[in-house]
């Protein structure tokens, strides 16, 4: 019965006309996109399904840290040279690497908070665990703690400075394992008009190791094109997408691992440390050597102010609550 039914929502979620009510229903929490194709120029309903093959064929600006000159504009900026050892070190090495690491960011009370209020709420089926059965998405709206954690200014302002806008959470992700999923890009699900501007914040709560399926990343692969729809057999038509899409998109993902010959590396962390990485970042979670081993994590997805924010593989509108 369950396998039926997982087919069955399964393949819902490949038909486009049930996005377009779902969009219809949330009319209101599509403000933001209305007016970034405004902005944009994008001439479409955000009702409709969208994707990077519908955004202005105009050059798009590129982050500051994206261009050939990133390097030696960090080395010269005087917000940089006032930055303490290593933050300043992870900030100028962010162009080549796609990635930093912030030890020691949150405390012990903080740690604790977030899971107690994470654990209460879904005793109290408040929240619960999306299709993966892995995920809690979306938390931060109903936990303080977890709020504060994702818009703590010591995140915040690393990033307004590495994008070179102000950024706002869009979402949060909690996990109370291991995701063991394969190696992926987050704009192939949160991305921006134009590319880039997105950035991700993964928190410890926990001891991370080897054992509890730590997350994977492969540094310097952010420089890769990004993959997007048009870039591999999405298999999706005018009506449908894909039943197999995101299947293609990771074999698409595991060859330009292969080909590029990127090392993974693992984030063994404490609790309270944090790895911020690039939207075009590959990065997954490595297999729990021990099954369902508690790994108790956040992840934290930000987008920049005055950006398109959309989802690339179900090619629909991002809706974002702006009094979050």
Known sequence: MRKWLDRYYGRLRTIKANYVLLNLLNYRRLGHARRMYRHYGVVRSPLLPVSSSDMPKRPGEIPWLDRPDARTR???????????????????DWPDKGYLILRGVFSTA????????????????AVDFNFTGRKVMFA?????AIKAMATDRRILDVLDLLLGRRMHVFQTINFQTGSEQAAHSDSIHMTTYPLGY???????L????????PLMYFPGSHKLPYLLNEGFDHGGGRFTIGEDAYAHYEAAVQRSIEDGRFTPHEFHAGPGDVLIWHAN?????????TPNASRRSMAVHYFAEDVLCYHELTQRVAMIDEDH
Request: aromatic share 4%; no cysteine.
């Open 206 to 213: 926990e001891p991370i190791t080897a054992d509890n399926g």
């Open 110 to 125: 903080e740690v604790e908070r977030v899971n107690s209020e994470l654990q209460q709420l879904i005793d109290t089926g």
């Open 74 to 92: 960090l080395l010269a900026d005087p917000r940089v040279q006032a930055l303490p050892e290593p933050l300043r070190q992870g900030v100028i």
């Open 140 to 144: 931060f709206r109903q936990s303080p």
């Open 198 to 204: 997105l950035a991700a914040a993964w928190v410890a």
């Open 281 to 289: 970042l590959l990065h997954g979670g490595k297999k729990m050597t």
